[in-house]
């Protein structure tokens, strides 16, 4: 096979890659930190800048990258007022973690825990029971959430403290497994409309002395995945959601901290050969493969039995200077799905795992053709995808 234009046979060192800022800056630490200032058991401050709140509320966006946010302050103009400290308010970025990507980081969101540790390592992975990939945002096939996720989340250790603990987002999310295992807890409030949605957040939000609360907006996302970062949807999204939170904001009780944050941010994928590595047409990356999971910029392979150095030899030499490629254990030691990986989790992660350095991924338009077309992609660790705002209101 001819060797493309890009192709460089010189890999990425593994050092190079940006590490998510797990313990100290990340999305598993903002829970744990508000925990902690509403004395919550168990639970010590990790992002050290932010002071107690007895009422906080975390507004999670999904999809605004930190980059994202800064390159369209005319569309979120409140939102980019915070990044300024100005209406009593402050902003800086922090990490999602790794990968970028939703159900992982839904779930370090809830849990207070990286990746390595809630065991959900990616968007498809392994499940070393079956042999089969696991959809982690879908669920599908059906397996035991709690014995996939058995850690117990933020939102159920608070509400046992006597926090007032409770969701509002789409009542479409109130039973899915993955609201189960990551953002459970209190109650639920399912509320179909944006303005509905954060009105009764803040009335959670004031039901008590001490509350914890949590609600979500998808559709910045799912603009950005079919029109792409930019785009006039993906913009309109943002304008809309920009109206949100400050209509949040201006309704927060005494007392009370309003936090904007992101699951991911995203960047767009050129549609052309040299941007779109199609593993289904390229011999030389499914050469010893049995399963291809995570997605297009931050996979997961699992080799067949005795392949996996030769599949991490061939991925690395195939993508050269557009990912960082590690094997299992290179991964893993390196910290990429956090500092510690628990030994049910071990399996999870791909015998190669292939993190996007360029604007490029490898998608596969046979087994998922859905994934292939989408126009705005994320999972790896540029600061693209893997910076997310924090934004702080206070009454």
């Not at 029971?129 to 850690?151: C, S």
């Not at 999310?173 to 295992?181: C, E, G, I, S, Y």
Request: glycine share 10%; hydrophobic share 45%; net charge negative.
């Amino acid at each position: 096979m001819a060797q493309p234009a890009w192709h460089d046979p010189e890999p990425l060192p593994l050092a190079s890659a940006p590490l998510p800022e797990y313990g100290s800056g990340s999305l598993a630490d903002l829970l744990p930190t508000l925990a902690a200032g509403q004395e919550v058991p168990g639970f010590t401050p990790a992002i050290a800048e932010l002071a107690p709140a007895d009422r906080a509320c975390v507004f999670l966006i999904d999809g605004l990258g930190w980059e994202q946010l800064l390159g369209h302050p005319a569309e979120a103009p409140f939102l980019t007022s915070l990044i300024a400290s100005s209406r009593g308010g402050s902003g800086r970025p922090i990490t999602a973690g790794f990968p970028a990507t939703t159900a992982s980081s839904l779930a370090s969101v809830g849990t207070g825990l990286p990746p390595g540790r809630h065991g959900l390592p990616g968007y498809t992975v392994l499940d070393p029971a079956t042999g089969e990939l696991m959809n982690q945002l879908r669920w599908q096939p059906w397996t035991d959430p709690y014995a996939w996720q058995p850690h117990p989340t933020v939102f159920q250790l608070a509400d046992a403290a006597g926090v007032h603990t409770a969701q509002v987002s789409s009542p479409k999310f109130q039973h899915t497994p993955l609201t189960k295992v990551a953002l459970s807890g209190g109650t639920f409030h399912g509320r179909l409309a944006g303005e509905e949605r954060v009105d009764h957040a803040a009335a959670q939000l004031a039901a008590a002395d001490r509350a914890l609360v949590y609600t979500y907006y998808a559709e910045v996302d799912a603009a950005g995945h079919r029109f792409g970062v930019d785009s006039d949807a993906w913009r309109g999204q943002l304008m809309y959601v920009d109206r949100l939170v400050q209509r949040l904001a201006e309704q927060l009780p005494p007392r009370a901290a309003l936090y904007v944050t992101a699951d991911h941010g995203m960047v767009d994928i050129p549609f052309d050969e040299e941007s779109r590595i199609d593993f289904d047409e390229d011999w030389e990356l499914s050469a010893g493969v049995a399963r291809l999971g995570g997605e297009g910029r931050a996979r997961h392979v699992y080799a067949v039995p005795g392949a996996a150095a030769d599949v991490l030899t061939c991925w690395r030499e195939v993508l050269g200077d557009r990912f960082w490629v590690a094997g299992r254990d290179e991964a893993v030691a390196a910290g990429w799905f956090g500092p510690d990986v628990e030994p049910r989790v071990l399996a999870r992660i791909g015998d190669v795992v292939a993190a996007a350095h360029d604007l490029a991924a490898v998608t596969a338009t046979e087994r998922e053709p859905n994934e292939s077309a989408l126009v705005g992609m994320h999972g790896s660790m540029t600061s693209a995808e893997q910076l997310v705002p924090l934004l702080e209101v206070r009454s």
